[in-house]
């Protein structure tokens, strides 16, 4: 071929290819770091207190301010104005958005929706084409108001909790649509946070009818095992199924393989999904202090940390600062660690875990990894590893090795 068929040939092909403005190009992208910054956590006491000034905007190409609700009137409930837009309190919309002063390529997103949220006005909104609407243009408002850069929904989950399990997977296919007819004219990136779990894909997504209109997919691969659904011990976050899984049903498939895999098997563009990591581990409290391995029976959720204050819940700060000198067990199959003290068992993730799990959305390659969340990294560096160990430790994962 000659430079002007060469030309010809690679300038069509860039022509045909032209994203609208606000899309990310699949093909040139570096790897994303999606941080959720979650804006309550200002209420933590002593060193679990947190707020935008303890962001480390190096660390992410993407931060999604978690979160505002939403009202049956398709209207945007701002949950604490106190912390989000109230000047004389944390004024989190305009303090996270001037992070862009400092990191130019960071996208800061507004990220609606969340556990709290549960799932029923969601399910009535969507199935409205009015209010679909309504809503469309009532974030294309804010985020201008604000100056995000994007807008990320957080349903959990369409056909559960509350939700409508008949409708709701093609009303929020239709939802997004309108949010991108909306939003992307206007070069605004739209994102949502999904299930990781494969007995709820099928029944909540339509996973080619959103990846198509959605420029990134923060899966939630997490929260496979917990005090709140389960009484035996089981990790938040197994990257494989351990040996023991195999005898125990479907919990072979609860895991960040199979849900990954299980997105991109059924029609998920792998460069679209992020692998979402956690900074909270998963406790239970053993019923028998001599038996912690995994399956092994639990009475509940372990005790609350000081920080987090959450029954089965402890920070990765809260484990580095007050259970360093447990006992630690790296699970080999699993790839992931956890500690025992007591008739107290904690699952969470370290560097080693997360140098697995960025390895495999490499292999994979996913367009990156989404972490939950910033607020229970060591960002104050109290146990001396250094600043936000997991996310240095996903960042060095994802850029050294891609
Ligand atoms: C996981 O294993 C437990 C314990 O055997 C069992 O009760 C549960 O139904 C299994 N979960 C799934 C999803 O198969
Ligand atoms: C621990 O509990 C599991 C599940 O009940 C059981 O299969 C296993 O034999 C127990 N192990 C020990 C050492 O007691």
């Keep these: 071929m000659n430079k002007v068929l060469i030309c010809l040939y690679i300038c069509t092909i860039s022509f045909v290819n032209a994203k609208p403005q606000g899309s990310i190009d699949l093909e040139t992208q570096q790897k994303n770091i999606v941080c959720y910054f979650a804006s309550w956590t200002v209420y933590r006491t002593g060193k679990g207190t947190f707020n935008v000034n303890n962001i480390d905007s190096s660390l992410c190409t993407h931060i999604n301010f978690a979160f505002v609700g939403l009202n049956a009137d398709a209207t945007i409930h701002v949950l604490d104005p106190w912390e989000s837009s109230d000047p004389s309190g944390f004024n989190g919309f305009k303090n996270i958005v001037a992070l862009k002063k400092n990191n130019p390529n960071l996208k800061v997103l507004l990220s609606m929706g969340g556990w709290n949220e549960g799932s029923a006005i969601y399910s009535d909104v969507a199935s ?20 995000f850069d994007g807008f990320d929904i957080d349903w959990e989950y369409p056909g559960y909790r509350g939700g409508n399990i008949i409708i709701d997977r093609d009303d929020f296919t239709e939802l997004l649509r309108d949010l991108s007819s909306t939003l992307k004219p206007n070069g605004y990136l739209l994102t949502a946070a999904v299930s990781g779990s494969v007995d709820k894909i099928d029944t909540a997504y339509d996973v080619k009818g959103i990846n198509e209109i959605l420029d990134m997919i923060n899966v939630m691969v997490y929260d496979y095992h917990g005090q709140d659904y389960e009484m035996f011990v089981g990790h938040v976050s197994p990257l494989y199924a351990s040996s023991l899984d195999l005898q125990h049903d479907k919990n072979a498939t609860s895991n960040v393989k199979s849900g990954m895999e299980y997105w991109i098997s059924h029609g998920g563009v792998a460069a679209k999904l992020n692998l979402g990591i956690v900074t909270y581990g998963r406790t239970f409290t053993l019923a028998d202090p001599t038996n912690y391995s995994l399956y092994a029976p639990t009475v509940g959720g372990g005790l609350v940390g000081p920080y987090t204050q959450q029954i089965g ?68 560096n109290t146990c001396r590893g250094g600043a936000y160990p997991l996310l240095n430790a996903v960042k060095k994962g994802l850029y050294a090795l891609s």
């Design 128 to 147: 409205d084409p009015v209010r679909r609407r309504k809503l469309a243009e009532n974030v294309l408002q804010f985020l201008q108001q604000w100056g």
């Design 313 to 380: 819940i402890l920070g990765y700060n809260e484990i580095c600062e007050y259970h360093l000198r447990t006992n630690y067990y790296w699970d080999d199959e699993q790839k992931v660690p956890h500690r025992v003290w007591g008739n107290q068992w904690v699952g969470f993730e370290d560097k080693r875990s997360i140098e697995f799990k960025t390895k495999f959305a490499i292999d994979h390659q996913l367009g990156g990894v989404m972490v939950w969340s910033l607020d229970t990294d060591d960002f104050r």
